[in-house]
């Protein structure tokens, strides 16, 4: 972990390497999702039940979110400018694992008390058993929150020894929790089987990850600046928290308006949000994983003309595997839903619901993805300002053009509401990251995409 050659302009070979390995293991972590999405609609379909589900998970999903999304995007560059002195990564670790865990279990607390009537003011027409079930949700969600926390402070420290494989391996163990519990308790706890299986396997993977990492979590060296580093990234963390609203606001912002459109429209929702979300985990993950720890290395050593270059081969590398992909899905998007869900408690009427969804989300995926590197280059640069600016702006304009669009043409409104809200996003980052860059870099023309 000392000091390393200077990383060339491009992907080298063993930087592809590692992103092709990765890149398979995300897609398996991705295909383990997806079968997770197939057990659930086969189980539990579009029905109320699967709506009151969503409901509940969407507050616990959108903090955590909030908070492990800070650490997956910050943690990284923190951790890769404390190995620049001396003796101070081990301590700064220590003390941000302390803080992390005490600030985790405030917030699951807090949570499992003030969830529940939170559901009932988001839907308060929700039937007394449905609501029942949605509050075991939410509870279990806000008590899984300090695994999930702890997981994505582990991974980052992975990823910045370059041990992506094991964090890879590491990532599908909740998903496959929730489809065994679901598999084996369906019938007893009908979808609170959900939350139980994953708040198993985010046990489960917070103790191996652990195990991988402990002998770097007990120095005291250097241990009082340790702590002013750590306290100086909390004090930060409202400004990294706002940079990546955008990327969790939309399971609260459709289970709220998709809760007012009818039966099954936020069932509809969250199943074509998975599948966006599996999709591009499945095609750029591994190269974005890979990528970030060097984009933060490039920063913290002044290199403005080879993190440029890195960047724009990223952004081509999402677009070259994405869109060719999102063309044929939204053309076929009935058939391979039928042919893929269509099972059990999921119907016909169901796959046409999430079809007409398709073409925009699609669309918007695009936009995301991209957008997603484009974060991720500004927290490498410290621009955490431009970052939350972006990001706060984008999740007020989905949240308000959802409730208006969906006014107008119903579901297919939040579809385009996604797709617009986020091609603007993008556009609006890199517009500030060229400026930001090009004041920065002795080739201004570096930046062409």
Sequence with gaps: MGDCARPGPIFDSSMLRSSLIVALLSALANIVSFANQLVLAHYFGARLEMDGYLLAASLPLTFSGLITGVLAYQLVPSLARAEETPGAEPAFSGSLLVGLTLGGSVVAIAGFFVGPPLIRICNPELPPAAFESARRVAQ????????????????????IRHSFITAALAAPVPMVGAMIACILWHDSLGVVSISAGLAGGYAIQTLGLM???????????????????????????????????????????????????????????????????????????????VLFPRLARLSAQGDSDIFHANFTVGLRAILVC????????????????????????????????????????????????????????????????????????????????????????????????????????????????????????????????
């Design 140 to 159: 279990l969600a806000w008590l899984s929150l300090p695994c999930a926390i702890l997981s994505t402070y582990f991974t980052a420290k992975l990823n």
């Design 322 to 449: 994405l869109a060719p992909l999102a063309a044929i899905l939204s053309v076929l998007g009935l058939p391979v839903l039928q042919l893929l869900f269509q099972r059990g408690a999921f119907g016909l009427e169901d796959a046409k619901g999430i079809a007409q969804l398709m073409p925009g989300m699609l669309f918007g995926l695009l936009a995301m993805s991209c957008a997603g590197l484009m974060f991720k280059a500004l927290f490498a640069q410290g621009a955490v300002r431009v970052a939350a600016g972006v990001s706060t702006g984008g999740a007020v304009l989905y949240f308000s053009l959802s409730g208006a669009f969906s006014r107008l043409t119903g579901l297919s409104g939040i579809s385009a509401a996604y797709a617009l809200t986020w091609w603007l996003v993008l556009l609006a980052g890199l517009y500030f990251l060229a400026n930001r860059t090009t004041a920065k870099s002795s080739r201004p023309d570096n930046f062409r995409f």
């Design 211 to 289: 195990m991988h990492t402990v002998g770097t979590l007990l120095s005291r060296r250097d241990g009082w600046r340790a702590q002013r580093q750590a306290r100086s990234l909390a004090r930060n963390y409202p400004l990294s928290a706002a940079a990546l609203l955008m990327f969790v606001i939309y399971p609260f912002s459709d289970a709220f308006w998709g809760s007012r459109l009818g039966p099954s429209a936020t069932s509809y929702l969250g199943y074509a949000q998975r599948l966006m979300v599996g999709i591009g985990g499945i095609t750029v993950a591994g190269a974005t994983t």
